[in-house]
């Protein structure tokens, strides 16, 4: 059982490392930017060089060079100061979040529009959109649990309020930083790597511009944190208070996001992973189990209890699963496997067996074609993977366009809230993207053999968020929450060439020289493989990696908008 419980560890961290791997390289030779709304936010696919993010990353890894020679003494003061870098990283979070919020005061569109006017309709006694024939919650009945949740929240801070729960954002944000940070200390039970990761999630504008966005991905990515760090405990360390705590904060997660399933099946393989391959604490982990789903089932069921009562209606099934594979494998406007208009929507009519049957028939005939036509599925699956995954902005900055504000903004709100100033942000976010990416290839690569189950946690669920939405509707700021996951991996990755260059070697010279020996050669075959990349012209190379030819198309959009 030892050797298979290490081949599983194994292969399930191989994985991780062939995945990073390849959104690195599309991280380093492509960048996927979606164009503004004059052109129905198109994506376009631009050609990258790779070599700024080399020259930066080399720069990071000095800078953890130099760090590592005061490491015992910021290692020191990080672990005394550890819980006064948290409050100082809240109040400067929630400052800063704040500020944005009330000086833009953008008023919510599309379905985050929907969403609290079903909240300010429902205290005025109007329950049409869960009553009449194609309303958005007779088609979309898994969005109940952030209208309850807003619902509830109304009564505190009134239910014409569209500011307030842009402000509770912050909040929910900031904590999901400070989970990340834990997550990190709980991967290297080191206190200094935590402040590193508040500071990166700190200037990490993404975070700060998705407090605008009111639509529950914020509150259930904090439920989402909060629950993986008693999961990523050694298992005998988990208590039932931690697996109480773990399970009724997945729950929420699931219940106010159902996208966060994939949080809950990453938690529940992992612990079925310490019930079958350790002796010790079987009785909680086995509670910790079974808990989170009792109550994720609880939770989501209560509440379409508490919704029907409430709107005297019931529930309709709304769109069937297979809805979302035909979107998943349908060409869209805005990308390969977007949102598309397919027409089911109109041929609902509170008759999900029709709408299923129809939606089949379409999946079937876009697998046939994807088999008849390998080469158009390579580029279909991806443009697909990169218009999610390789979108440095994931939408932070799209999804505030076209929303009309209360005030009258400046500049440079105007140009970032979906302006030319947020087109040119993305080259630095860019090489942030791809930086954390080279730093998370680093810390699976030098810990390939040492890394626990448990600690490969946040990646599995990474790993099931790329997967579910290769076939799954696609976008960007869906996979937004998986990506950050990645941000922990990142920080240790020049953690871990610190350690390797320094720490592993410090007992033994030759060791030292061999090691350092063959990080150069791992190193120069690297830099290799790039160059090989960049220079060769091979089809398969550029439609899996060099995904491009929309510069000029993108340049020209650009100059029409703006």
Partial sequence: MAALKKIITYFVAALLLALTGYLLLLALFSTSVMGPSSNEEHTFFVADSPWRAILVFVLLLAGAVLLKRRGKALAGWAAEHIRGAELVFFILFLCAGTALVLSTRLKPIEDQSIILSTVRSARAGDFSEFTEPGSYYRQFPFQIGIFSFYYFLSFLYGADNYVAPQLLNVIFMAISGIM?????????????????????????????????????????????????????????????????????????????????????????????????????????????????VLLTVGFRQGNRIFVEHLSGAALADGFPNSYWLVSGFSEGKRAPGWKTHTGLSAKLNENTEEIDALAREMVKERLDTFRAYPGYALEFFSKKIASQWNNPTFECFNMQEGRKSAL???????????????????????????????????????NLRRLPMRGLLPGVVTLGGFL????????????????????????????????????RGEKDAGEFSARRRRLLIVSAAGVLLLLLIQFADSGLLNAVIKISGDGEALKAALETYF
């Fill in 180 to 292: 990340l940070s834990r997550i990190v200390r709980r991967l290297s039970e080191s206190a200094f790597a935590g402040v590193i990761a508040l500071v990166l999630y700190l200037i990490y504008c993404p975070v700060l511009f998705y407090c605008t966005y009111v639509y529950g991905t914020d509150v259930s990515l904090m439920f989402s944190l909060t629950a993986l760090l008693p999961a990523m405990a050694e298992p005998e360390k988990i208590t039932v208070r931690t697996a109480a705590a773990g399970s009724v904060s997945i729950a929420l997660a699931v219940l106010l996001k159902s996208n966060s399933l994939i949080f809950l099946v990453g938690i529940e393989l992992l612990l079925l992973f310490h019930l079958i391959f350790s002796n010790k604490n079987r009785k909680i982990l086995a509670l910790f189990f079974l808990l989170a």
């Fill in 408 to 446: 009258e903004l400046g500049p440079v709100l105007q140009g970032l809230c979906g302006g030319l100033l947020s087109y040119r942000a993305i080259p630095f976010l860019n090489i942030f993207h791809s930086c954390l990416l080279l730093g998370v290839l680093l810390y699976f690569a030098l």
């Fill in 468 to 503: 579910f939405h290769i076939v799954w509707e696609g976008k960007a700021k869906y996979v937004f929450p998986y990506f950050l996951l990645f941000l922990p991996y990142g920080i240790l990755g020049l953690k871990s060439f610190t350690e390797e260059l320094f720490i």
